[in-house]
């Protein structure tokens, strides 16, 4: 039972590179979302999504994009890497949008580093 | 808008200790409670949820209970272990919505 995978754990960039974090769910969860933890902050929400094909921003969404093509997939994409986006990315699922009772499982995350 | 407050850390306790972890919150509505541990080099799980007024959520020893009184959900232990040291997240969510955090609380437990 995978549950929420991240990829890569780890990355280093340079200012100015994208790169895609990828996520990827095996419960058939409808909800996925993409969060940051940094330092004295908690999480922060950064885009989130409902179902395949539909997505919102969060409290951050500035500097990232991402889509929801199936189910299982939640990519987030960082357009042109700033330092202020180093930080550690962690995705999240749980069944049912409306259902607001059901927890959220997360992966483990990614630590990104922007130079 | 919609936040939630929880104590500051570290906390620093001794094994055995009692543990508390003031949560509350601001929300419209009636939102589902939770508390997450994050141990260190990993991701957040759910350590215990509460749905509705009055709910007691409990897991590994560790207790909260819902007030809507007083919006809050404040976690507590009786005896803590060192393998409890970790940072404890107090969240709500509503329908339609992504978890709400608090901004953490570190527990350290030393033997």
């Known amino acids: 039972n995978a549950g929420v995978t991240q990829t890569p754990k780890f990355q280093v960039l340079k200012t100015g590179q994208s790169m895609t974090l990828q996520c990827a769910q095996d419960?058939?969860?409808?909800?996925m979302s993409w969060y940051r933890q940094d330092p004295g902050m908690g999480l922060r929400l950064i885009h989130y999504?409902?179902?395949?094909?539909?997505?919102d921003q969060g409290e951050v969404p500035n500097g990232y994009n991402v889509s929801r093509s199936t189910t299982e997939d939640f990519p987030l994409r960082l357009l042109s890497a700033a330092p202020s986006q180093t930080s550690v990315y962690f995705c999240a699922s749980s069944s049912g949008s409306k259902a607001h009772n059901q927890p959220q499982h997360f992966g483990d995350g990614t630590r990104l580093s922007i130079l | 808008g919609d936040s939630v407050t929880q104590m500051e850390g570290p906390v620093t306790l001794s094994e055995e200790a009692f543990l508390t972890i003031n949560c509350t919150y601001t929300a419209t509505g009636y939102p589902s409670l939770f508390w997450y541990v994050q141990y260190p080099g990993e991701g957040l799980q759910l350590l215990l949820k509460?749905?509705?007024?009055?709910d007691k959520g409990s897991n590994k020893g560790f207790e909260a209970t819902y007030r809507k009184e007083t919006t809050s959900f404040h976690l507590e232990k009786g005896s803590v272990q060192v393998s409890d040291s970790a940072v404890y997240f107090c969240a709500f969510n509503q329908a339609g919505t992504a978890l709400i955090f608090g901004k953490g609380t570190t527990l350290s437990v030393s033997s």
């Open positions: 419960m058939n969860h409808e909800y």
């Open positions: 509460a749905t509705k007024a009055d």
């Open positions: 999504s409902v179902g395949a094909g539909i997505t």
